[in-house]
């Protein structure tokens, strides 16, 4: 049944579309600090306590345009792991890697990748993945 006269409200919804950001950290309240400052730049974001669920939640959500992630994280692959793996299904998506400690980290990333050392601030966030 058409309503005529009715605005239709899904006209602009592409104008406000927010960056999706896929978050993964097994440490609960890293992924909350980490989702606060994205989202408070204007971010959406996904999150995944490791790399087999950030794997299966690339898989669901392909409006994923960032990956942030630890590099330590329980399982059979780690942040680097993840990146790569990220990297090689989806070249289009940014992707940012954070350590306490570099120990060579940024060697064995992929070449677009980003680097950011723990402690870092919302505001460095926002910097390396505006998107």
Do not use: C
């Not at 609960?28 to 971010?43: F, I, P, Q, T, W």
């Not at 090689?88 to 050392?117: C, E, H, M, Y």
């Amino acid at each position: 049944m058409e309503r005529s006269g009715m605005p239709d409200v899904r006209t602009g919804m592409n104008a406000i579309a927010k960056s999706v950001i896929l978050v993964v950290d097994d440490d609960a309240l890293v992924r909350v600090h980490s989702n606060l400052a994205l989202e408070d730049a204007g971010y959406e974001v996904v999150e995944a306590s490791n790399a087999a669920d950030a794997l299966a939640k690339l898989e669901e959500r392909p409006d994923i345009a960032a990956l942030f992630t630890d590099v330590r994280m329980p399982g059979d692959l780690n942040g680097i792991d993840l990146a790569n793996a990220v990297h090689a299904q989806r070249p289009d998506i940014a992707i940012l890697v954070t350590s306490g400690a570099d120990n060579g980290t940024t060697d064995a990333l992929p070449k677009a990748a980003r680097f950011v050392q723990k402690p870092y601030t919302g505001a460095q966030l926002s910097k390396l993945l505006q998107l």
